[in-house]
């Protein structure tokens, strides 16, 4: 560049240049210092000046969303730096699709990722401000259901701990998961409004808005001798970006998170508006931002939901587009792409994303068919979540055929293309062709997303050993036979900062000062702990720790529901989303056995085990069966709590509205996990994990990751019981009889006699008639055919529970033995068996 003047002070020549080149354009001036003082002082400035109050007058949350404010600016300048070296390095990086984020509080996490918890305790205490209290203001964004959303969350953790370049994308629903509540016993759903006090950790672009088409027609026109296809949406709706940090943890890296909300476009408006019809402008303008209004419920039904579909082409189109066009540097030859990003499906719900890139690629990018696919092909991976059909999502033909036509399009010649190369390879095998096509004839015409993702996916993997090897041989055996190599496994894992170190400070600092912080980001460094398991000292600072957690968990419980586990009670836990598979029925009949135990005098109520249930569930708001399981629990429990004869023997708790903020309380407290579905459903739980790595004894089925923790905590340390998968197959295969295990076995007579009796239902016979009834004419998930054993099981639950030494030995095996349950591990499993992406430095 060149100037006239060599005066500082002139304008330049080319003003958008000299922002660009000037010494300070790239390099962020510096967070505040890490010093107490620093801290206070850039604290007080965004209390007054940013939030507007005088720390006289400012309230807890003012307070809160100041210093939410002030830990983003030290994350600050590391952001921008991260993004400015991804930008330069132009290395493969990783685009996580998902359409749910179940992030749990930021605050935590970001002191900790940066080192500053103790500046910051320090500083607000001399303002005379407890830190945990501002903790407790924080309203957990709950953008998913469950254990889909928040592996999500912990996969984008390691991903910025472990310095790999990824975008996590997905929505920013203006309501999450709803907060659950209970009227009467039974659940009441109220709106989650997460964004009402204010949301600090969220960063809008409207610069980076992107316009996304719905419905219309395509049309096809000559383009210098070349036949080409464009759609024509009808009408379109705004995507505006939300970024989020993701900080690494005491890295200097943080990644970035990108949430889309639908906003109404201004052409799209004025247009109605204009015309006089004010009303219907507003109307229009309201239709557009319902697309990111709500989370969908993980329900019975998923499928044709209009919405949905809607919310999914939204999030997935505004992604690629923002990732082709803002992200990639001008010029990028796409023939590269995938030497720069993979899209990683996170269950079938983005998968809406492959015709949308091939659109991109061909109708806008004007790129050759067959040039188009053998790049789509290498840019997407799919995770299937799942093994249960109902869960497996359809679009109806008709319903893509109206939103998305040109999407329906150019699947239909997916699907045509994939079809021939199946008869090239098996022949005219029109059983197989119609069994593999990706659209679905019957009982109506509909494009199964699954296969789509499969065809059209580079790698495939299921999400836990056991689920992978059902995956090929039960789900899609004939796509493992066509596409040799295609399909893959990587475990679960979940993050140890979230999960240990920040929920379990106290085993947290145990274990540094037993073996050194490593094991912080080297989870499987907790071996190290095995031999003291054999050392008395350390069993009883172990055993001291778990103490107060349940205090900790006490103190909580009783501050947000009024009620608390004794002292001397096993804490024995049941927290994830209401389903019929995972069986909390079962939990159920066994409490209702150790009740009946000791009313009926069989046992009497002092040589009891002295046991606290938790639960924690939530039910989709549309799914009957669900809920009226959750009026049973409750139920339950207020007879059970009620019972003098069973006084300080039993007790049952359901805590409403279970959430990552109160995992974080409950798990480290528990004694005794229960993950208890039906083998060959669960398709790995994540749960599982983060309660054997806080000390807990699993009583489990042979069922998705549960397999591994026993096999890696070993089976002295694990309580196994049911039936395991094949021995579930060949009992559905010999005609599975519910009603025969009910006639045979007294002990589970008495427990469902009871429950059909009234005896928790005001003595109304018909409150549970619907449960009794499906357990015993259909019962889809076995739990009679195990409950003998998982009695027998708990029996011997009860005796090892009496061994305190024995039981700490073996709670401590189960945290030294589960570090490869990191999500850091998954994402190595990830980079090595699918993205590909350089190596991690
Ligand atoms: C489940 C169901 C079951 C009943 C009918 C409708 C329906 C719809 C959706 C789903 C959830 C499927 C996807 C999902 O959330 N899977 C969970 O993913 C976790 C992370 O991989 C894994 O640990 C859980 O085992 C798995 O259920």
Redesign the pocket.
């Known amino acids: 560049m060149s100037t006239e003047s060599h005066d500082e002070t002139a304008v330049p020549a080319d003003a958008a240049t000299a922002v660009k080149t000037h010494p300070l354009a790239t390099a962020p001036v510096a967070g505040p210092p890490t010093s107490v003082d620093g801290f206070v002082k850039e604290f007080l400035r965004e209390l007054n000046f940013g939030q507007g109050v005088t720390l006289a007058q400012s309230t807890v949350n003012d307070q809160y969303l100041a210093l939410a404010r002030t830990v983003r600016h030290y994350l600050m300048a590391r952001w921008l730096e991260t993004s400015r070296r991804q930008f330069e390095q132009q290395t493969k990086g990783v685009a996580y699709l998902s359409a749910e984020y179940l992030l749990g509080r930021q605050l935590g996490n970001a002191l900790l990722a940066t080192d500053l918890t103790e500046v910051v305790e320090d500083g607000l205490r001399s303002l005379g401000i407890d830190l945990a209290t501002l903790r407790s203001q924080e309203v957990e964004p709950g953008l998913g259901?469950?254990?889909?959303g928040r592996?999500a969350a912990c996969f984008i953790d390691s991903l910025a701990t472990m310095g790999v370049p990824c975008i996590g994308y997905g929505i920013r629903y203006e309501y999450g998961i709803f907060r659950q509540t209970f009227v009467d016993d039974q659940q009441v759903e109220q709106p989650d409004g997460w964004l009402a006090l204010g949301a600090p950790w969220e960063f809008p672009h409207p610069e980076q808005a992107q316009l996304i088409g719905f419905g219309g027609h395509t049309e096809t026109y000559d383009d210098e001798g070349v036949t080409r296809t464009r759609w024509v949406p009808a009408w379109d709706v705004k995507a505006l970006p939300y970024n989020y940090m993701v900080p690494g943890y005491l890295n200097g890296r943080v990644n970035t998170l990108r949430l889309w909300r639908a906003v109404a476009t201004d052409a799209f408006d004025l247009k109605i508006f204009n015309a006089g019809d004010f009303e219907e402008a507003v109307r229009s303008q309201t239709f557009a931002e319902n697309i990111s209004k709500v989370l969908y419920p993980?329900?019975?039904t998923?499928q044709g939901k209009e919405l949905r579909l809607q919310q999914q082409y939204f999030f997935v189109a505004a992604s690629i587009k923002n990732f082709v066009y803002d992200v990639l540097p001008e010029g990028f030859d796409l023939h590269e792409l995938p030497e720069r990003i993979i899209f990683q499906l996170n269950?079938t719900h983005p998968v809406i994303g492959v015709p949308e890139l091939m659109r991109v690629l061909v109708d806008e990018k004007k790129m050759d068919w067959d040039e188009a696919w053998a790049i789509t092909k290498q840019c997407f991976a799919y995770t299937c979540?799942?093994l249960?059909p109902?869960?497996l999502e359809v679009w109806s033909v008709d319903l893509l055929g109206r939103l998305l036509p040109r999407h329906l399009e150019i699947i239909y010649r997916i699907n045509d293309e994939f079809l021939a190369e199946v008869r090239e390879k098996f022949g005219d095998d029109e059983l197989r062709i119609r069994r593999m096509s990706i659209i679905q004839e019957y009982p109506a015409r509909a494009v199964r997303m699954a296969y789509l993702a499969t065809v059209a996916g580079a790698k495939v993997n299921g999400?836990a050993e056991l689920h992978s090897q059902l995956l090929r041989e039960k789900v899609l055996p004939d796509f493992d036979e066509f596409y040799p190599g295609k399909f893959t496994n990587v475990t679960?894992g979940v993050t140890p900062r979230r999960f240990l170190r920040l929920a379990n400070p106290a085993l947290s600092e145990l274990i540094t000062e037993t073996i050194g912080v490593g094991w912080i980001t080297d989870l499987e460094r907790l071996r190290e702990l095995e031999p003291y398991a054999e050392d008395e000292e350390f069993r009883a600072r172990f055993a001291a720790i778990k103490a107060h957690n349940k205090r900790r968990a006490n103190a909580v419980l009783l501050e947000r529901d009024g009620f608390t586990v004794p002292d001397d009670h096993m804490v024995d836990v049941m927290v994830k989303r209401l389903?019929e598979y995972k069986r909390q029925l079962l939990k159920v009949l066994h409490i209702v056995t150790l009740y009946d135990r000791i009313v009926s005098g069989e046992v009497a109520a002092a040589d009891v085990t002295p046991r606290t249930f938790i639960f924690g569930a939530k039910a989709a708001a549309g799914y009957a069966m669900a809920k009226r399981i959750i009026h049973l629990i409750n139920a339950v429990g207020s007879t059970v709590n009620a019972d003098p004869r069973v006084e300080g023997r039993l007790k049952v708790l359901f805590p409403p509205n279970y959430n990552v903020t109160l995992a974080e309380k409950v798990i480290p407290a528990a004694d005794l996990s229960e993950q208890i579905s039906l083998a060959g459903k669960?398709?790995?739980?994540?749960g599982n994990m983060k309660f054997a790595l806080n000390g807990a004894l699993t009583i489990g089925t042979d069922d998705?990751a549960n397999v591994e923790i026993r096999e890696l905590v070993g089976d002295e340390n694990f309580f196994l019981f049911g039936m395991s998968e094949p021995e579930v197959q060949a009992l559905q295969d010999a005609g599975y009889r519910p009603s025969a295990f009910y006639e045979s076995d007294p002990t589970l007579r008495r427990a469902i006699d009871l429950i059909a009796s009234g005896a928790f239902s005001g003595g109304d016979r018909s409150t549970f008639e619907p449960v009794v009834s499906n357990l015993l004419h259909q019962d889809r998930f076995m739990v009679l055919a195990d409950f003998a054993s998982y009695i027998a099981e708990q029996d011997r639950v009860d005796v090892a529970y009496g061994d305190q030494e024995q039981w700490t030995r073996s709670a401590i095996l189960n945290v030294a033995r589960t570090g490869f349950f990191s999500s850091d591990r998954s994402m190595v499993d990830y980079i090595d068996r699918i993205w590909h992406t350089p190596p991690v430095r």
């Open positions: 259901n469950g254990g889909l592996l993980e329900d019975s998923p269950d979540h799942t249960l109902e869960a999400v679960n389903h669960e398709a790995s739980g994540t998705g």
